[in-house]
């Protein structure tokens, strides 16, 4: 999120950080982004019980009335309901650790290490309401290296992740990158 929002303060960024909404009232990113001069919410799901929808119903009207036109998730650890994606259809994008289509969900690193590929790294993809599935708009590539751990691997996925998102969401912001009839189309 931080990325984000600095790559935005350029005057030449074709996006703005108009809201850092959280989940999670402790979330260490709201304290962030008011730092930053953005605004932010929070709708904490814990208040809807087992109710997602009533949840993202929630969140949907935080964004409308921010008057938010593109979400990128980072750090959101909730798998979202196709009410809500199909919502944000093609507005909706997400950082993950691995080369998808490799290594969805969690724990990707372990995964990566598990299976002895060579390379690894991280997308930064459409979100359709299939996990981890949406069209990869942007990935960055390492070496897996002899004696390469999760964390000194995470650490090195992150590096990339800090420039490949701020790229990428530029892309979309753009209009470069565009998610039409569920397949990515570069402008």
């Known amino acids: 999120m931080v990325a984000l929002a600095k790559a935005a303060q350029a005057s030449d960024y074709p996006a703005e950080i108009g809201l850092v909404l959280s989940n999670r009232p402790d979330a260490a990113g709201l304290e962030r982004a008011q730092a930053l001069g953005i605004a932010t919410a929070t709708v904490d ?3 809807f019980g087992k109710d997602r ?10 964004l409308r009335i921010n008057q938010i036109d593109l979400v990128a998730l980072a750090g959101f650890m909730r ?9 944000w259809e093609g507005r909706l994008i997400n950082i ?3 080369l998808l289509p490799l290594f969805k969900g969690t724990h990707t690193h372990a995964q990566a290490l598990a299976a002895g590929v060579g390379e690894h790294g ?7 309401p299939e996990l981890d599935a949406g069209p990869v708009i942007a990935q960055a590539k390492i070496p897996v290296l002899p004696g390469d751990d999760e ?8 590096a990339e992740e800090l420039t490949l998102y701020p ?15 569920g397949a990515l189309v570069r402008g």
Do not use: Q, Y
Not at 53 to 62: G, K, L, S, T
Not at 122 to 128: L, Q
């Open 96 to 98: 993950h650790p691995s």
């Open 79 to 87: 798998i979202l309901t196709p009410w809500f994606v199909r919502r």
């Open 151 to 158: 964390d000194s691997l995470a650490t090195r996925v992150l």
């Open 167 to 181: 790229a990428a969401l530029a892309a979309v912001a753009s209009g470069r990158a565009a998610l039409v009839d």
């Open 45 to 47: 799901h814990r208040e």
């Open 53 to 62: 929808e009533a949840f993202e119903r929630a969140m949907d009207e935080a």
């Open 122 to 128: 991280c997308s930064v993809h459409f979100v359709v």
